[in-house]
């Protein structure tokens, strides 16, 4: 019932995908060691960085005007491609395992396996400004910057999540033991608010960061999607959907409010190891280890039966805000309380 496109250009592990220029093309890397850069409607690739990298890339991240994008290797150097001015190297002393670019284009950060240490640098210059050592005790699996540019967020192996702050030059928050297993990616919502990280335990986690309320609350847990690992997640652009891709090979789709799975995606051979969503949030895009990438049509999947179904057996647990008049998953309500609110809504209240 799902239609999709399966794109074939890299001849290994996929690593990253992202959707850019409003959605019309896709940037995807991978331990070919290339970056292509695809057209959504065609299918095949544009246009291709090659020969840049000397070992297998890692991750890619663009800034929102699509103008800069950052690579960075196995081959110890994170690349921050300017479409106009060129590429800036810098040097690491060890296996570059993420990279993100800020909102604002200004800074990159990265993580490096061998000191488990992040760096911070400029994005035009290569000067480094940050070198963060100390957060965790093993590896980094992701890093990325808050929307506003603010702090950075890290995620690892260890299992906790850190946020540090680029004013202070200081951890802000600490989750410690956020799971139960390794922690592979995190995401935050457009608005900077929350936070969901996936982990090897088979569960995702939405962290409420502005107000810090998950020190007093469980943060949303959103579990039973995934057979295995779970290797990615991401945001909608509005924060209703959350897209996680698995070891199971799959791709699930999340409804945030209500707290469920609406659907599960089959069909790559091997690990989904990133995940995509359109602005529109009719496409989904994911990458695999089985080197393809697969471009979904999920505009018409409120209308599947499946999802149909999974929204009845959330029933008994969704209630509708009496404010903004969303779904959302009830999980303490009391007998006297007729006119619930969902989680926003009494937060800003």
């Not at 996929?14 to 890397?29: A, G, R, Y």
């Not at 196995?74 to 993420?98: F, P």
């Not at 396996?113 to 290569?126: G, I, L, N, P, T």
């Not at 404010?323 to 619930?340: A, G, M, Y």
Request: proline share 2%.
């Amino acid at each position: 019932q799902i239609q999709f496109k399966i794109l074939r250009g890299h001849s290994d592990t996929v690593s990253s995908c992202h959707f850019c220029f409003e959605d019309t093309k896709i940037l995807s890397c991978s331990y070919d060691r290339t970056v292509k850069l695809w057209d959504v409607e065609k299918g095949f690739p544009i246009q291709v960085f090659e020969e840049e990298h000397t070992a297998p890339i890692s991750e890619c991240s663009l800034t929102p005007d699509d103008r800069r994008v950052v690579t960075s290797s196995y081959d110890n150097t994170v690349k921050a491609w300017d479409m106009e001015t060129g590429k800036r190297l810098v040097e690491h002393e060890g296996i570059v395992t993420s990279c993100n670019i800020s909102c604002d284009g200004r800074y990159v950060v990265s993580s490096s396996d061998r000191e488990k240490a992040m760096y911070v640098f400029d994005a035009m210059s290569a000067t480094v400004v940050a070198r963060i050592q100390g957060l965790h005790k093993s590896t980094i699996t992701r890093c990325c910057f808050d929307p506003d540019n603010q702090r950075v967020t890290s995620v690892s192996y260890d299992k906790t999540i850190k946020l540090w702050d680029m004013k202070t030059q200081s951890t802000s928050i600490t989750i410690n033991e956020g799971h139960s297993n390794a922690i592979s990616d995190c995401c935050f919502t457009s608005d900077g608010h929350y936070l969901c990280t996936a982990s090897w335990d088979k569960s995702l986690k939405i962290w409420d960061i502005k107000t810090e309320e998950f020190q007093c609350h469980v943060p949303i847990f959103l579990n039973e999607g995934h057979e295995g690992s779970v290797s990615s997640c991401l945001f909608s652009q509005d924060a209703s959907l959350v897209v996680s891709g698995g070891y199971d090979k799959t791709i699930a789709i999340w409804d945030t409010e209500a707290g469920y799975r609406k659907l599960s995606l089959k069909g790559h051979w091997d690990w989904v190891t990133d995940v995509a969503i359109s602005k529109s949030k009719t496409r989904i895009l994911s990458a695999s280890k089985d080197s393809t990438l697969r471009l979904w049509n999920v505009e018409k999947m409120d209308h599947i039966a499946s999802v149909i179904e999974s929204q009845k057996a959330g029933g008994s647990k969704i209630a509708q805000c009496e404010e903004c008049e969303k779904p959302f998953l009830r999980l303490q309500h009391s007998d006297s309380e007729t006119i619930p609110k969902c989680v926003l809504c009494r937060l800003s209240s």
